[in-house]
């Protein structure tokens, strides 16, 4: 079974909102975002994980689209 994870493009005066990430060893800059919770839509799950990593409120204003990955989350 595929983990199914999203991310927020956050743009705010031309500007791409990235984040820290240190897990598994590798420190990489990326996106918010994480793992989609069972019972959770993407919408709900781009929300909460966006609010747990950078502390904002936001709301998902549009779907970017789908893509596969070999992250070490999923």
């Not at 991310?7 to 990235?18: K, N, P, Q």
């Not at 598994?24 to 909460?48: H, M």
């Amino acid at each position: 079974m595929e983990t199914e994870l999203v991310a927020g493009l956050i743009i705010r005066d031309r500007r791409l909102l990235l984040v820290r990430n240190a897990k598994y060893s590798v420190e990489r800059i990326e996106p918010p975002g994480g793992k989609v919770e069972a019972g959770e839509t993407r919408e709900d799950a781009l929300v909460r994980e966006v609010t747990e990593e950078t502390g904002l409120a936001v709301q998902s204003q549009s779907y970017f689209g789908a893509f596969r990955t070999d992250s070490p989350e999923g």
